[in-house]
């Protein structure tokens, strides 16, 4: 997520890394994130990267962050969706995962946990990896709010055949749940490149500035100043 320095001194979340103007990386979760403000240690390691002190961090930044995540997210479903690339409809979507054409399966948190196991068995049966951990992905909000994101009655589960679609729903869905942490367990696109989490295996990234909306550079250690 990069943190944009807005022109009266807020901190603002830019999801989409394009706001003008200073800017600093970060890949926490959000619980590291409320600590690291708390502590003060945000301040500190954004006045090092911004090269000033001269700005403020709303104690709702947090929340702020997750709802951009969020909205980022079920924006990038909707966009999809929009394009042909979402399937929706348990027999639909059992067909496509038998026939081994799914790249990415995913389900409301108020799905019926049968009606789950049934399109995860179809999707490992159409894999040839039956008795493996290939499952969909519970997504945190209902079939409610993925039906308004994807302009649709009743989205219940949500499918994607295609490769690159699915890869970029991936990584949208990743960089949210990463940051409300924790992370999910379950396997949600075919590879494991498309199911990983966007942050670093080894650790915390590290808080990175940049000036614009382009180009980095390595700020601040995570690892000193969060923890």
């Known amino acids: 997520m990069r943190l944009a320095l807005s022109p009266d001194g807020q901190i603002l979340p830019d999801v989409r890394a394009k706001a003008p103007g200073r800017g600093a990386w970060i890949g926490v979760t959000r619980v590291e ?37 969020e909205r980022n997210a079920l924006d990038r479903l909707g966009l999809e969706s929009r394009s042909g690339t979402v ?27 049968d009606g789950n196991r049934k399109l995860d068995q179809a999707w490992r049966i159409g894999n040839d990896v039956e008795g493996s951990g290939l499952r969909g992905l519970a997504l945190p909000v209902s079939r409610t709010i993925l039906a308004l994101a994807l302009g649709r009655e009743n989205v219940v589960h949500i499918g994607l055949t295609d490769r690159a679609a699915a890869k970029r729903v991936s990584e949208a869905l990743d960089r949210w749940l990463h ?33 614009g909306s382009t180009g980095t550079r390595p700020a601040v250690d995570m690892t000193e100043e969060f923890e």
Do not use: M, W
Request: glycine share 8%; charged share 25%.
């Open 33 to 69: 994130l409320e600590a690291a403000i708390k502590k003060g240690k945000l301040k500190g390691a954004l006045s090092r990267a911004f090269k000033t002190g001269e700005f403020i961090i709303d104690p709702e930044l947090p929340a702020k962050i997750e709802a951009a995540l």
């Open 87 to 113: 399937l929706i409809g348990s027999d639909r979507i059992e067909q496509n995962a038998r026939q081994g054409k799914l790249k990415a399966l995913y389900h409301a948190s108020d799905a019926a946990e």
């Open 179 to 211: 940051f409300i942490g924790p992370e999910p367990s379950s396997v949600s696109c075919e590879t494991a490149s498309q199911g990983a989490s966007a942050s670093p295996q080894n650790g915390a990234p590290p808080i990175q500035q940049a000036s």
